[in-house]
């Protein structure tokens, strides 16, 4: 092969690749966060863990301290059909909010025209008596998420315990955060059939917070 045809195979090379580059930027999907403060740092640590964003584009919008009405308000306007949604609430409803309002908040995303939302289950705290509660409230939220095709229960009783969280024995620590950003990365990139089925699996071989107890 001469010096030519070498030079010629290497500028179509580049030239696919630049093709290519461009076609991924084109073909990026969308995936809006919203949520409070277990939200932080989520974003970084996906893009770090598990690349996802060279196929996706997120965006993340976090209240610390907001409670499922405002982060409803917090949909963004440009969402649509081939975008993914990940809805954080719920740790500061609990004992403010009545459950009524935050079933219709829940029941609110089921009419979006979206690919898929992911509803992240409240965390586990310290406080038995605190899980307990938690425990029957995500229980209502999973059963509105499993009515609807398109969403998908992220259950985090399922692999977050007392020894995971903060200090505050409220917000996560960092290797439970580490392991919801994982869980999320893994949630976005499948269809919802599948990640409904593993899920399920792993709720069963895992267990979950019953009672306040794991």
Known sequence: MDIIEKKLINMRNDGNNKEHSKASKRNKHHCFM???????????IMKNEDRINEDYTIQTDMRPGGRMQEIGNMIPKNINQDSTLVFCGGTNDLYVTDTKIIELEIKKLTKLEVKKVIVIGIPPQACVNTN??????????KHICAKNQNMIFLNTQSFVKPEHLAGDGIHLGRRAKRWLAVKLS?????????????????????????NGKY
């Open 34 to 44: 919203i949520g409070d403060s277990h939200l932080r740092y989520i974003q970084e």
């Open 132 to 141: 307990i509660n938690i425990s029957k409230l995500n229980t209502k939220i």
């Open 186 to 210: 893994e949630m976005i990139k499948q269809n919802v059939m599948q990640t409904n089925h593993d899920e399920n699996n792993e709720n069963n071989d895992v267990g979950i917070w019953e």
